[in-house]
């Protein structure tokens, strides 16, 4: 009996059975096989979450049904691809302080005494997330006992974290402390309530330095950039669910300019001298330990006399964290796999020999983390690194986190959220460099590297003991080199290089492999009318008047961008800026391609076609995948060259916004005034 001739369940339960890749490829097998599919709203969801690179958030049996959460994503997908906003909602916050922070849908915002503009108070507002929500929900927590540096949250563990600068009688220099974000109660999983961070080695600290905290899952980050008005760094993790005792350490003499998670035992530091270093840790965290080096990717080099003043680093959501998950408002149904997250890096370089006005040029690239702690074969020539780092596909049709998770699952009343605790790590296989085109990819749209990644095996060895086991004075002594992988080897094919600014703090804003700012849209008509007269494929960069804040040109990225000069604007008065959207999900570009294709304007052709693809067209989005060259104008030794591949569109529609946020289906345009206060919010919901 053939297997096309058994009953329809029956097969459908088989294929129920498959992984994401196995069942995209049933549906070309058969004809039969490939109507049951297409037939099966549950079958469609998993196949249209492979497409946009995202991961479930809910178990069976839950609802909404398969086909409403179909429905769901692929309206909310097409919103996204044209900035075709489903519902809009306007909000006038409090004045607020110099610290805030957007996350899991709630928007938070500290509230400063007047007299030392210390931060006195928390403000939580859950955002609207549909076109029809009632008025947002809002609370504040008062902190009338300790001085707060900084805070960050996690929504879906209903946890706040403040970082305070200790008391004069503590032995610390920082406490951070664990609080229920809903009650500012004591969270009830923290063992430990205040965590200490670095012992004092002198008097207190006569200023604040800057900081920089995170949250994945069980695990909390702390990074302080200046220990004591040096230039030394520290960085440390805790578990702080589970052993909050012990953590993972590090300090760094030369300083660390930013960090961020990539996986739950990997993290990425941004390094003054201008590096990317990618380090390992074990986890779970068992004992106090050091992190391991096992990458550096180098940046463009500078030329003489410059050197790098500023950089920062990050990625939303944070990874490993899953939002708040369910069928009411507010909550998702899916969000994106941990390996696919575009990451932002800002670049910020300094010449000191210049005149003040010419003295900070900034620039920002985009990259995805997963192929620094993966390399493709063509980074590493050793066949045996690149055999112990090959790792399976995550699947995106389980719940989040997904099968090889032992899953620890805490309700909270007071949040009606769930906390997830994942204890076993599953490493998702590295990205593919090139994305290559496979026909049989785009035959059942799904991802060229997800087929091409087969796990290349290496032979096992015995190994002694584990060296934990022995008392720490008797474990051997392991110096671990790290691969030093050169700009020229990894940068070209795997960043994209723009122009930047420093007027705002969030000129560019990410939510997997999103990203999105705001630019002037007569800039942009300059630029098409450049290009139409035959403008290069170059980005050109202006220096950056760090002293003022007045509005600098944004480059985009086709034609020369030196010409253009800022049309001139009355002081305390927000020029109009439309929203532009940047997709580098895989799928995304090559469903554009195909639809300019069937309209016969594919790049490939001439004449009208190809000039209707090449110039800006608000609303319709377009793709940019050739190189571009960043012209750096002596900055680096050479121009900038990057070539990973987006989609693009701009809105129709502009509005007054100084800084732009994003989420799974929201977009915030905040309205900030001349001295940096929120004024105004507008939220589109997707």
């Keep these: 009996m053939q297997f096309v001739s058994l009953p329809v369940e029956i097969i459908a339960l088989i294929l129920d059975s498959l992984d994401d890749v196995d069942l995209l490829k049933a549906t070309i097998v058969s004809k ?118 900084d805070f960050t949250m996690d929504p879906s563990q209903n946890l706040l974290v403040l970082v305070a600068l200790a008391g004069p009688s503590s032995p610390h220099l920082y406490e951070v402390h664990l609080r229920s974000l809903t009650t500012d109660d004591v969270h009830p999983l923290a063992p430990m309530p205040v965590l200490p961070y670095l012992s004092k080695s002198g008097p207190d600290l006569s200023s604040v330095a800057s900081v920089r905290i995170q949250i994945a899952g069980d695990l909390l980050a702390l990074l302080v950039k ?33 960090f961020t998670f990539i996986t739950p035992d ?68 899916y969000c994106p796999r941990p390996e696919d997250r575009i990451y932002v890096c800002t670049v910020c370089v300094f010449d000191p020999a210049a005149d003040d006005a010419q ?89 060229a590297r997800l087929l091409d990644d087969v796990p290349i095996s290496t032979p096992s060895l015995p190994y002694p003991s584990h060296p934990l086991n022995l008392p720490e004075f008797m474990r051997p002594k392991v110096i671990h080199t790290p691969l030093n992988i050169s700009w020229s080897t990894w940068g070209p094919p795997s960043t994209r290089w723009f122009p930047e600014c420093l007027n705002s703090d969030w000129q560019h804003s990410v939510y997997g492999m999103r990203t999105v700012d705001s630019v002037r849209p007569e800039l942009l008509l300059q630029l098409q009318s450049r290009h139409r007269e035959g403008g290069v494929n170059t980005l050109a960069i202006r220096p950056v008047d760090y002293h003022t804040t007045s509005p600098v040109a944004e480059g985009h990225h086709d034609p020369d961008t030196s010409f253009i000069t800022d049309p001139p604007i009355e002081e305390h008065i927000i020029p109009p800026r439309c929203i532009r959207l940047r997709d580098y999900n895989p799928y995304s570009i090559w469903e554009c391609l195909r639809e300019q294709e069937e ?35 002596g900055v680096f030794i050479g121009d900038v060259e990057s070539r990973l591949p987006y989609v693009e569109v701009l809105s129709k529609e502009t509005f007054k916004v100084t800084d732009v946020m994003m989420d799974q289906c929201r977009l915030l345009l905040l309205q900030r005034g001349f001295t940096g206060v929120l004024e105004h919010v507008d939220i589109l919901t997707m």
């Excluded at 075709?84 to 928007?107: A, C, E, M, Q």
């Excluded at 030392?116 to 009632?134: G, K, V, Y």
């Excluded at 909050?244 to 590090?250: E, H």
């Excluded at 609303?619 to 940019?624: D, E, F, I, K």
Aim: overall charge neutral.
């Design 32 to 149: 039969k096989l490939r109507e049951i599919v297409q037939n099966s709203s549950k079958f469609q969801y998993a196949i249209e979450l492979e497409k946009r690179r995202m991961a479930c958030l809910i178990s069976e049996p839950a609802t909404p049904t398969y086909a409403s959460r179909l429905d769901n994503l692929r309206s909310t997908e097409r919103a996204w691809k044209t900035l075709n906003w489903r519902g809009k909602h306007s909000l006038t916050f409090p004045p607020s302080g110099t610290i805030y922070d957007f996350v899991g849908g709630v928007y938070a915002m500290g509230q400063e005494n007047e007299v030392r503009q210390l931060t006195t108070s928390i403000s939580f507002m859950e955002l609207p997330s549909t076109a029809n929500m009632p008025e947002p929900r809002s609370w504040t927590c008062c902190l009338p006992d300790i001085i707060v540096v």
């Design 226 to 258: 200046e220990i004591e008005e040096s230039v030394t760094a520290h960085l440390e993790i805790w578990d702080w669910i589970h052993n909050p005792q012990v953590s993972v350490k590090m300090t760094r003499r030369s300083g660390i300019e930013d």
């Design 266 to 333: 990997a993290f990425l530091l941004v390094r003054p001298a201008g590096s990317l270093e990618v380090y390992t840790f074990p986890n779970p965290i068992t004992e106090n330990s050091a992190p391991i080096n096992k990458f550096n990717y180098g940046f463009p080099a500078l030329s003489d006399g410059y050197m790098y003043w500023y950089m920062n680093l990050s990625t939303n959501p944070t990874t490993w964290s899953a939002p708040r998950s369910g069928n009411n408002p507010g909550e998702q149904l």
């Design 359 to 447: 003295r900070v040029h900034c620039f920002v690239f985009f990259f995805n983390a997963y192929s620094l702690l993966y390399p493709p074969e063509e980074w590493t020539p050793n066949a045996a690194i690149r055999g112990s780092r090959a790792r399976k596909h995550t699947s995106s049709r389980y719940a989040y986190p997904y099968p090889g998770h032992t899953t620890t699952v805490q309700e909270h009343s007071s949040a009606g959220t769930l906390s997830t605790s994942s204890r076993q790590i599953h490493h998702p296989s590295h990205p593919s460099s090139n994305d290559a085109i496979s026909s049989l990819f785009y035959t059942i749209s799904t991802s």
């Design 599 to 633: 309209r016969g304007q594919s790049e490939s052709e001439g004449g009208e076609g190809k000039e209707k693809t090449s110039c800006m067209m608000w609303g319709a989005p377009r793709v940019v995948k050739e190189a571009t060259s960043l012209e750096t104008r």
